[in-house]
């Protein structure tokens, strides 16, 4: 066991007698992995533009429900806000 990683720290098994099936492996797993960093530098850009688009988003709607806003949509339908407020109705409990 303590010859076997000697070997592996001393890079031993990248000049043996199987060492291009070695290498073959450490080309595919370095490119495998530089694949995986591409994707997920990708997904986080993806990431950011839709979080910028839902805060557009959330702030047209926010604007949207403006009562100066629903209003004016609202006055072309002629129907326009209530010049009485509102009355609260209390209930008293009979207890």
Not at 25 to 54: G, T, W, Y
Not at 55 to 63: I, L, M
Request: hydrophobic letters at 40%.
């Amino acid at each position: 066991m303590k010859k076997g990683l000697l070997d592996i720290l001393k890079g031993k098994f990248l000049v043996s007698d199987d060492a291009p099936k070695n290498w073959l492996f450490i080309i595919f797993a370095s490119h495998s992995a530089d694949k995986k960093v591409h994707q997920i530098a990708a997904l986080n850009e993806e990431v950011k533009e839709l979080r910028n688009q839902f805060f557009d988003v959330h702030k047209d709607v926010q604007r949207m429900k403006l009562e100066s806003k629903i209003a004016e949509k609202l006055s072309n339908d002629e129907l326009y806000p209530s010049e009485v407020p509102p009355k609260k109705i209390r209930v008293k409990s009979t207890k």
